[in-house]
């Protein structure tokens, strides 16, 4: 897997997933997840993060599916698509503390969910018209900014959520896969 073009091959196989899933209803949101300081080791610290990366998910399908492990309505469970990653440069104001907590190691991932049950239409009436749907109202985004009790901890300091409108990000969220600095056991899916 040392090789670029393999590595390139990969993320371009999961771009094309999250294209599939998004022609089928989905909405894609970027995800960044950032957290306070890990007191352990790097290898340690990579296996947190992706802990509180599936705590989240799994809060995150109670406030969507009353019974997300129920066969029938699996459908409406959201996707996480993520890798490990570090800061870049960019020309935006980046404080300090997001390079130095942690060495600056954060996780991105690539969330998928069906589009929120509509307010203004009677939960049978939307049922009727196109099976079960999410329990929520709100777009990720917007959850993530309201729900935030619910998901913060001692090691997660925030998730910061932003609506996908061009591409897929598959690029961007696994660029440490892509060069090279993380394995492929970095990649994570969570359904």
């Given at each position: 897997?040392?090789?670029r073009q393999t590595r390139e091959q990969i993320v371009a196989g999961y771009d094309q997933m999250i294209e599939e899933y998004i022609l089928h209803g989905y909405?894609?949101?970027?995800l960044n997840f950032m957290f306070n300081q890990i007191p352990t080791s790097n290898g340690q610290r990579?296996?947190?993060?992706?802990?509180?990366?599936?705590r989240v998910?799994?809060?995150?399908?109670?406030?969507?599916v009353r019974?997300?492990?129920?066969?029938?309505?699996?459908?409406?469970?959201?996707?996480?698509?993520?890798c490990h990653d570090l800061p870049?440069?960019?020309?935006?104001?980046?404080?300090?503390?997001?390079?130095?907590?942690?060495?600056?190691?954060?996780f991105n991932a690539i969330a998928l969910t069906r589009p929120p049950a509509r307010p203004d239409m009677h939960k049978k009436v939307q049922e009727l018209l196109w099976g079960k749907q999410s329990r929520m109202?709100?777009?990720?985004?917007?959850?993530?900014?309201t729900k935030a009790r619910f998901y913060h901890n001692q090691m997660l300091a925030r998730i910061h959520a932003t609506p996908?409108?061009?591409?897929?990000?598959?690029?961007y969220a696994m660029k440490m896969f892509k060069h090279g600095r993380v394995g492929p056991d970095s990649i994570q899916i969570w359904k």
């Open positions: 897997m040392n090789n909405q894609p949101f970027f990579l296996d947190i993060m992706v802990s509180e990366v599936t998910h799994d809060i995150l399908c109670r406030h969507i019974k997300p492990n129920s066969e029938e309505r699996r459908y409406l469970r959201p996707i996480f698509i993520g870049v440069w960019k020309h935006e104001k980046t404080t300090i503390r997001d390079f130095l907590i942690n060495g600056g190691l954060h109202t709100v777009p990720l985004d917007e959850h993530f900014r996908i409108t061009h591409s897929t990000m598959a690029d």
